[in-house]
Each structure stands twice: as C-alpha cells, then as structure tokens.
C-alpha cells in the first residue's frame, strides 16, 4: 500500500469518528467539552493527513479545497484559542 493510500484511509476514517461523534446533534457537541475535544483532535488529525498527501494524488482531486484545508489546520494547531465551535 502506496503512503497516499494510507493518508485517504486515515482521512476516511477520521471523517467516519466525526460523523459518529457528532450523531446527536449540534446541541451535544456544543455541551461536551469531551465530544469537542474528539472532534478537533480528529479535524487537526485529518487536516495533517491532507498535508502529507504528494501533489499528484492533491492533482487529481483538483475539486477539494487543499488550501483552505491548510489553513485550517493551521488555525487549529497555532490558533487555537480562537476556534469558534460554531463554526466548526
């Protein structure tokens, strides 16, 4: 198995925690320190798997935001005091 191919799975499966973590509505995660913490440590983890992808597998999903999703991770990691869980 090619390094890109285990990134896509790992950002599959992060996506998969999110979605499973987030089942009970916005309500929950919005009054669970623990469901918020899980959620960014998976968005931060897949934000960073996104980076490691190579530019060729980035090439041909030209229709994913690369960029933003950088930026993103960056906000995360270096700027976390000012994530806004709304938005999240």
């Known amino acids: 198995m090619n390094e890109d191919t285990l990134y896509l799975i790992h ?34 983890t897949l934000a960073e798997s ?8 980035k090439a041909a999903h030209p229709q994913v935001e690369w960029e933003k999703i950088r930026g993103f991770r960056n906000r995360l990691v270096h700027g976390y005091l000012d994530v806004n869980l709304d938005i999240v």
């Open 11 to 44: 950002i599959a499966e992060a996506i998969e925690s999110i979605q499973s973590f987030v089942a009970d509505g916005r309500d929950a995660f919005m009054h669970s320190e623990l469901v918020q913490a899980a959620v960014l440590y998976k968005l931060q």
């Open 50 to 57: 996104t980076q490691r992808l190579s530019e060729s597998a």
